[in-house]
């Protein structure tokens, strides 16, 4: 079955430095989705990204971060200048549709130091 | 705002037991989710849902639209469906684009032998 898969698994950065997560998403899947989840905390939305521009994006998703698509195959999260705060789980997602079953990676965790 | 609530927060159930968990939200959605998330962190979508009841193997959902409420049950328990169980919803926006989900914080479900 084919999978959505998210590299690296664990990333860790010194504060000040910019990171790049990358995903692969379903190859047929149209909708990308970056999610957050801190450690002990619940699932945050980050951002959505449709017909290669952002759909919907979240008060968290703020100009240090930012989304691409440089390829037909790779969408990656970068965050310009990481903070204490930026530790978490970073989750992508991938779907068909709008309203289409949500599949999602592995995840990257992500430590600032 | 949308909230999500879920409760119970944490429950311990013996194999073999019917396990309900329970999900409120606040404000009109278009399709509410029921996800898995492993102790390893990845996570699962099990159930897309809209209106009515979906089953699949012993999972069992059941959304009740007019009073902003959904159940994910399993039957049959056994250890190796222990795990956190997370509920979100797409909350109707006007725009129909790719919108982001709201989260509950999850049920820690432990399922002893």
């Known amino acids: 079955e084919p999978e959505v898969t998210q590299t690296p698994s664990h990333q860790v950065t010194q504060m000040g430095q910019e990171v790049i997560l990358r995903c692969v998403p379903i190859s047929n899947h149209l909708y990308f989705y970056w999610y957050r989840q801190i450690l002990g905390q619940k699932v945050e939305f980050l951002v959505s990204?449709?017909?290669?521009?952002?759909?919907?994006k979240s008060e968290i998703f703020d100009d240090q971060f930012s989304v691409e698509r440089p390829d037909g195959s790779n969408f990656t999260l970068k965050i310009r200048s990481t903070k204490l705060e930026d530790s978490a789980m970073y989750f992508c997602?991938?779907?068909?549709?709008?309203?289409?079953?949500?599949?999602f990676g592995n995840g990257t965790r992500l430590t600032v130091t | 705002k949308n909230e999500v609530e879920q409760s119970p927060q944490n429950l311990t159930a013996q194999e073999g037991e019917f396990i309900t968990i329970n999900c409120s939200y606040s404000v009109g959605i278009s399709a509410l989710h029921w996800l898995q998330q492993h102790p390893g962190g990845g996570i699962v979508s099990l159930f897309m849902l809209s209106s009515g009841k979906k089953k699949h193997g012993r999972l069992i959902a059941t959304i009740n639209i007019q009073e902003k409420h959904s159940s994910l049950h399993i039957t049959a328990s056994h250890p190796r469906d222990s795990a956190v169980y997370i509920c979100a919803v797409l909350q109707i926006y006007s725009g129909g684009g790719a919108d982001g989900l709201t989260f509950g914080k999850g049920t820690h479900l432990i399922i002893q032998p």
């Open positions: 997602a991938s779907s068909e549709g709008s309203k289409s079953p949500l599949h």
């Open positions: 990204f449709y017909n290669n521009e952002i759909s919907e």
